[in-house]
């Protein structure tokens, strides 16, 4: 299975943009690079995905380097309700979905 | 209701219980999903029904044992569990079994084996 890369753990302040990381430079073509994130006590929600192109929807926007080999999950105006795990998986329509360890966000007032 | 519920939410029993956990779907979803959560660790799936049916159980001991009556209900039934066996017990859903489809998960059942 490709593999993804994230840093354990970054902060933001209130109300300013976030942009998260995560590496996969053994992507093939036809994984799609899907993002969920886990706040505390529940379980895990889905963000957003994408293939090629950028993607924006009510909670994110999820940038995709030309080589498709990184990605960046971009919070516009991060919240404190925004302080959670953030995942990035990716899926090829065959296999199941594996978790890693993910990225810890927290937001500072 | 709406979306994943599983019920309980928190749950201690000893090592010779035999207990049951219960997660339904409101979302007319064709396929289900265990994962565990321990401390420090990644989810880690268990178990997948696609249209009721098992697809896939991922080398999870016997004392674990799923049922699915029907593609709204899961069950995890669990005896003569382990210490290490306590994590959080994490049910999803999806419209059916793919790789891309997206999953919606239930809140959790919290489990500590004494």
């Known amino acids: 299975d490709a593999k993804t890369t994230q840093p354990n753990s970054m902060e933001s302040n209130e109300e300013e943009p976030v942009h998260l990381p995560c590496n996969h430079s053994?992507?093939?073509?036809?994984?799609?690079i899907h993002w969920y994130r886990q706040l505390p006590s529940q379980g895990p929600e889905y963000v957003i995905h994408?293939?090629?192109s950028n993607v924006n929807n009510r909670m994110a926007s999820l940038a995709i380097a030309e080589d498709r080999k990184s990605s960046t999950l971009i919070l516009h105006r991060a919240t404190l309700r925004d302080a959670a795990v953030y995942y990035c998986i990716l899926r090829d329509g065959l296999n199941d979905m594996r978790f890693g360890a993910g990225t810890r966000l927290t937001v500072k007032p | 209701e709406t979306g994943v519920t599983q019920t309980p939410r928190h749950l201690v029993m000893g090592m010779t219980n035999k207990k049951s956990l219960k997660c339904e779907q409101h979302l007319g979803h064709n396929a289900m999903y265990w994962y565990k959560q321990s401390a420090k660790k990644p989810l880690e799936l268990m178990f997948v029904y696609n249209f009721k049916e098992q697809t896939e159980n991922n080398s999870v001991p016997s004392r674990f044992s799923p049922e699915c009556p029907n593609s709204s209900h899961l069950f995890l039934h669990l005896h003569t569990l382990q210490p290490e066996d306590s994590a959080l017990y994490l049910c999803a859903s999806s419209q059916a079994f793919s790789g891309a489809e997206t999953q919606y998960f239930g809140p959790g059942t919290r489990l500590l084996v004494l």
């Open positions: 053994t992507i093939s073509g036809t994984d799609y």
């Open positions: 994408g293939l090629t």
